[in-house]
Structures are given as C-alpha cells and as structure tokens.
C-alpha cells in the first residue's frame, strides 16, 4: 500500500473542543444496543435503557443541566437488535419504536407535542405486526414520515414500509405489497433507502438463507423517484415484491463468500454515480474491499483493498465485526475517500483515485471528535466505548451533540456467565470545531 499520508483542514480548523458535558443516566453496560438522542428546536431527548434495562426517556431543554426522565414498559433482554429509534413529526409529535428481534411491534407516540411524559403506546396498520425487527424512520418526498422495518426473520423475512398521516395521525402501507420478499426461503438485509445527489432515492441489499450470517449472497440494488415505483439501474420497472429472481444482482457472490449484512454501504462519486461498497473474499481466500460502481448503466466492479486475512464469520446473533467499512464521498478533483478498520490492518481512511477505485494515500483528517473521548473510563475488563450521534441538528453553527457511554462487547445475544461491570455513566457531549 502506498504509505504517503496527505493531510487535510488542518489549516482551516484547530480540531473539536467539548464545551458542555451532562449526566443524563446509568445505563445497562452488560451488553450494547444502540440508543438515540435527538436535538429539535431548543428541545433534546435521549432514549435508553437505564441500569435496570428499563427503556426511558429523558429529556431537557437546551441551556438547562437537569434532565426529566419518564419510564416506558418495555424492559431490555440480551439482544443487541433491540435498539431504539426516535423522530418528532411535523406538528412536534414524538415517535418511538424498539426493543424488537422478531418480536410484536412497539411503538409510542406523544399525547402532546414535544412532550414525552405522554408518550402511550400507540398502534400502527395492525398486520404483518407480530415479528419485526430494525425499525427506522426516515422522510420520503414531500417531507412524508416513513417507517420501515422487517417482518419476519433471517431466513424469511418481508421488508414492510409505512406512512404517517400528519392530519388524521395515523399510519397506512406506502406499497400495497412488502418491497421484497424472500418468498420463506431468505430475507433482505437493506443499506438504505439513500437519498442520492441526484433527487432519487438508492437502495442495496444481501439476501440470506438463515440465522447463519455466512449465509448471505447476491448483492442486489433498485432505485425510486417516489418510493412507491421501483426500477433497476437501467429503468427497467420492478413487480413488487422483489424477490431474488426479479431483483436486480449487482454481483452474484455466493452463499459463504465472504459478504457480510450491514457491511453494505452506498456512496456516490463525484459524478453522482452510486458505488456500492462491501467485502468479499478474492481469488486466494482473503476478505478484500470491493466497490461496485454504475457505470453508463452497467455495474463495474473494482477491487480496492489488497489484504492477506480472511475473515471467517459464521452463525447467528450480533456478532463482533473484525472489518468495517464507509461509503465513498468525493474529497478533492479525481478524489473520493472511504474510511474502514480492519482486526490486523488498523483503521485509516483511504484517498481513492476516483477513476481505478485504489488508494494512493492515506488522509489525515481533521478529528470529528476530541481524542479525550477514547478513553474508557471503566476499570472492568473487555469494556468499550458506545455513542449515538444526534438524529437532529444544533441550533448553533459549528456545534454537534453525542451520547455516550460504556459496555461490554456483543455476546451474541446470549447472557454473560460471571460478573458484569457496573452500570455506565450516560453522557451527554456538546462538541464544538474551533476555527
């Protein structure tokens, strides 16, 4: 690999400084899960599960230091898929959904706008409700509130999508028919859908054939104007359901290749072509990062990493990623960056040559956050640093706020044997760049 090291913004900005740090919580710290914080207006909540794995919500205004804390009935088990997700309407309702691996649908809306002492457990559509799993909220066109989330499990699973009807405050399919299907033989696993460069929305997908992650194949990928009609790269319309013999493949690795869920992720180039980005193993057994790119229509697929290690991944439950990867994004003429880390390699973010795909450096980047919040505070064995970053925005230039907290790795999603660290501290970090 070339080793030069290029070094960008350094001049522009001096780096991030904290200049507020709150306790919000303790928290659970046997196993992760992800939690949410969200910033709306001069109003910020965070939801988690506090020590006793209860899920709450706590709450503040922006200049205040004491938080107000509601508990919802919903109790954490050992599973890492049971996170939480957030997200306030457009009359300043609040939405929550979580706690969920194949489990009935748990959501909660407020009684009273930006105000979660009345947050009351709400229902949806109603079907296709008792087994979901990753719920999310995004905006569709027009600014419409979408929920998707799995029904089903690995192995059989649908990808349902709904939308929320700001004046009768209720909930309705989007798509009469799941957007993909496996049909009882597997189930997708998304990236997306993405919001390109160029207006339309971008989805990329795995199918997989059970629990076992080793199981997944067939890199697949559709795009939408609308989210409700669907078309491959080269506008041929999609029948809905897609399924993996109507879907288009981007690239056919097969079952046990070295293609992992959620290490999927889509990035566009500086010409706004979607470049899909996942791990594979290459001709000789080792994992390398690949790039799938749309080029006049056709997929062209680019090696980027040229590692000796292969990462051997097998079985069910949430699993410890020994290699990690980002989409692309364009950083300067003939130039597009990708970060990753790797169990051998480190971690670093590559500079690509936009037109080959390769690295011919390395960047050194301005840090988004201080060095000091690296260390683990925690003397428990084997305990790493959690965050969730803010699903709203500051109301002040140059600032960003996070959670963070402690806990130990993913088991699995099985109980730990033995002793388990104390609960963590939840952190809330104000993050502002000095320039």
Known sequence: MVSLVIVMALAVASGPEVVEELNVDTVWAGHPVRFSLMTHQDKQFAAYYNAD??????????????????TLPEKLAWDSHNSITMTVDDDGYLHLSGNMHVKPLVYFRTRDPLNPATFERAPMVGEREAKVTYPSFFRGPNNVLIFTYRDGKS?????????YDLAGKTWRRLLDQPLTSGGGKMNAYFNGPVLGPDGRFHLCWVWRDHFGCESNHDLSYAQSDDLVHWHTSAGQPLVLPITLQTAEIVDPVPAGGGMLNGNTKLGFDSQQRP???????????NTQIYQARLEDKKWHIYQTSDWHYRWEFSGGGTIIAEIGLSGVEPCAPGR????????KEGSST??????????????????????ELAKVHSSFPGMSI??????????????RYILQWETLRANRDKPREGALPESSPLRLIKVKTVK
């Open 53 to 70: 794995r209860d899920m709450v919500v706590a709450w503040r205004t922006l200049g205040e230091t004491e938080w107000q804390r509601v």
């Open 155 to 163: 192995g059989n699973g649908d990808q349902i999508f709904n939308q």
């Open 275 to 285: 470049v899909i980005s996942y791990h594979k193993f290459d001709a000789q057994g």
């Open 336 to 343: 597009i960056k990708q970060s990753y880390h790797h169990a």
């Open 350 to 371: 590559w500079l690509l040559d936009e037109a080959t795909l390769k690295p011919v450096s390395t960047l050194e980047e301005t840090p988004e956050l201080p060095k």
């Open 386 to 399: 959690r965050r969730a970053n803010d699903l709203g925005k500051s109301p002040e230039p140059d600032t």
